[in-house]
């Protein structure tokens, strides 16, 4: 025999074993499994992207610079004077970000006709130190960033992250691989995965507001807390209700627009009965159902209190689920997992009233870190000082689509709401 024909002999063999041991292992387990393997893939994808992200030096040596400011407040007070003239330079500890999220070497003496929405200004970086700050105050009430969100942290305009195009397993598993059971010698079906790359694009988000004069006039360390409370909360709600309700058009793209998300029937027009919850609790990938977390508009809270096993429209002849008397406090919780209230879901009656999401799919592309601005005068006439925040963020669903059970035909989703119709 030659060495070619007993290669290509160790070489058939080889891969006759693979496909036997592949069809072995795929014949003993299940959709959990299944869903197990997505997830890796997920945090592999993610893994990788991260691995490449490297820090501009220009920000570290920036971050380091504005280490010498004793506050916030210290920080914004400069800002002000440079842009009403008082100073002549520009303070070394500041450092300027242009409308990219790029490190510029020119900074206007003044802001000018300081506009939310004006793309060809940037402002001044807020270091980490200070930023931390208002990343607390926006998580205070998010929902999506702060429980369990797959943060990604951008140095480019687009990050591309791969996924399987997985919509079924009757047939076919991870986007396309398909084993069957052969005879000895037998033709083997050829299969191969679907792949695809999903492309995070940052947005960017800009809030402004006012302080007079005199608050400054008094001390910049008064200006600090106010700063802090309107900027962070502004910025998280306006954030958080984009990573739920976005369309994608100029903002991130939420989850109730995500093209994987599953929607579960009602039983009566306007209300939440026991028997949408199981069925929304069914519709929850497998390997998810100890991660997932439900969310309600407040005005479901009522449906819930009364929420009990019968089918009467009122907590009449029902056995009560949340509550025995009006005196207790309720458990917020449904099938064990916790439950968040935000007004940020859909009104009462509406898709999206109730959810109950696995937010670990739903990915968060940090592009531009906070800057802040200043101009004196947009509100002169007011002696007041216009204050301006500007980030970038991106944001959707990792999963492109629904997947289908291989036996039974039900389909499931890291994130399922509770439809606006009965059927």
């Given at each position: 025999m030659k060495e070619t024909e007993l290669n290509d002999l160790i070489n058939d063999k080889v891969q006759k074993t693979?496909?036997?041991k592949t069809s072995e292992i795929l014949a003993t387990v299940g959709d959990d499994y299944i869903q197990d393997k997505l997830k890796e893939q997920l945090d592999d994808a993610v893994k990788s992207v991260k691995a490449d992200v490297?820090?501009?030096?220009?920000?570290?040596?920036?971050?380091?610079?504005?280490?010498d400011f004793n506050s916030f407040g210290e920080m914004l007070g400069t800002i002000r004077n440079y842009r009403k003239g008082n100073?002549?330079?520009l303070d070394p500890r500041?450092?300027?970000?242009?409308?990219?999220?790029?490190?510029?070497?020119?900074?206007?003496?003044?802001?000018?006709?300081?506009?939310?929405?004006?793309?060809?200004?940037?402002?001044?970086?807020?270091?980490?130190?200070?930023?931390n700050e208002l990343y607390m105050i926006a998580l205070e009430n998010a929902v999506v960033r702060p429980n369990g969100a797959t943060v990604i942290k951008m140095t480019t305009d687009s990050v591309k992250i791969p996924y399987v195009d997985d919509t079924s397993h009757a047939s076919t598993v991870f986007g396309g691989v398909n084993a069957?059971?052969?005879?000895?010698?037998?033709?083997?079906?050829?299969?191969?995965?679907?792949?695809g790359q999903m492309e995070l694009t940052p947005?960017?988000?800009?809030?402004?507001?006012?302080?007079?004069?005199?608050l400054l006039a008094d001390s910049a360390i008064a200006l600090q807390p106010l700063i802090y409370k309107m900027f962070g909360s502004a910025w998280g709600y306006y954030e958080d209700d984009a990573f739920i309700n976005g369309t994608g058009a100029g903002q991130p793209l939420g989850i109730l627009n995500c093209g994987c998300l599953k929607t579960v029937y009602r039983n009566t027009a306007n209300m939440v009965y026991y028997q949408d919850l199981a069925e929304?609790?069914?519709?929850?990938?497998?390997?998810?159902?100890?991660?997932?977390?439900?969310?309600?508009?407040?005005?479901?809270?009522?449906?819930?209190?009364?929420?009990?096993?019968?089918?009467?429209?009122?907590?009449?002849?029902?056995?009560?689920?949340y509550i025995d008397k009006a005196q207790d406090k309720p458990v917020w919780k449904i099938f064990g997992r916790p439950v968040i209230i935000s007004e940020k879901m859909?009104?009462?009656?509406?898709?999206?009233?109730?959810?109950?999401?696995?937010?670990?799919?739903?990915?968060?592309?940090?592009?531009?870190?906070?800057?802040?601005?200043a101009s004196t005068h947009l509100r002169f006439d007011y002696d007041e000082t216009a204050w301006r925040f500007v980030l970038r963020v991106a944001g959707q669903c990792w999963p492109q689509s629904t997947i289908t059970s291989r036996y039974g035909g039900h389909t499931y989703s890291p994130f399922v709401v509770l439809h606006a119709n009965t059927s």
């Amino acid at each position: 025999m030659k060495e070619t024909e007993l290669n290509d002999l160790i070489n058939d063999k080889v891969q006759k074993t693979v496909e036997e041991k592949t069809s072995e292992i795929l014949a003993t387990v299940g959709d959990d499994y299944i869903q197990d393997k997505l997830k890796e893939q997920l945090d592999d994808a993610v893994k990788s992207v991260k691995a490449d992200v490297k820090v501009d030096p220009e920000i570290e040596t920036a971050e380091e610079k504005a280490k010498d400011f004793n506050s916030f407040g210290e920080m914004l007070g400069t800002i002000r004077n440079y842009r009403k003239g008082n100073v002549r330079e520009l303070d070394p500890r500041l450092t300027y970000l242009d409308s990219r999220g790029n490190v510029s070497k020119s900074v206007a003496k003044t802001a000018g006709h300081m506009e939310i929405g004006d793309d060809t200004q940037g402002g001044f970086l807020v270091p980490e130190i200070y930023r931390n700050e208002l990343y607390m105050i926006a998580l205070e009430n998010a929902v999506v960033r702060p429980n369990g969100a797959t943060v990604i942290k951008m140095t480019t305009d687009s990050v591309k992250i791969p996924y399987v195009d997985d919509t079924s397993h009757a047939s076919t598993v991870f986007g396309g691989v398909n084993a069957s059971w052969t005879a000895e010698a037998a033709q083997k079906t050829a299969t191969k995965p679907t792949f695809g790359q999903m492309e995070l694009t940052p947005h960017k988000l800009a809030g402004m507001t006012y302080s007079s004069d005199e608050l400054l006039a008094d001390s910049a360390i008064a200006l600090q807390p106010l700063i802090y409370k309107m900027f962070g909360s502004a910025w998280g709600y306006y954030e958080d209700d984009a990573f739920i309700n976005g369309t994608g058009a100029g903002q991130p793209l939420g989850i109730l627009n995500c093209g994987c998300l599953k929607t579960v029937y009602r039983n009566t027009a306007n209300m939440v009965y026991y028997q949408d919850l199981a069925e929304m609790y069914q519709s929850m990938l497998p390997s998810s159902l100890s991660h997932a977390k439900w969310v309600i508009n407040p005005e479901v809270m009522a449906e819930l209190l009364e929420l009990g096993s019968g089918s009467s429209a009122d907590a009449s002849g029902k056995n009560l689920i949340y509550i025995d008397k009006a005196q207790d406090k309720p458990v917020w919780k449904i099938f064990g997992r916790p439950v968040i209230i935000s007004e940020k879901m859909q009104g009462l009656g509406t898709a999206g009233d109730i959810g109950f999401f696995d937010f670990r799919y739903y990915l968060i592309g940090d592009r531009q870190p906070i800057t802040i601005d200043a101009s004196t005068h947009l509100r002169f006439d007011y002696d007041e000082t216009a204050w301006r925040f500007v980030l970038r963020v991106a944001g959707q669903c990792w999963p492109q689509s629904t997947i289908t059970s291989r036996y039974g035909g039900h389909t499931y989703s890291p994130f399922v709401v509770l439809h606006a119709n009965t059927s």
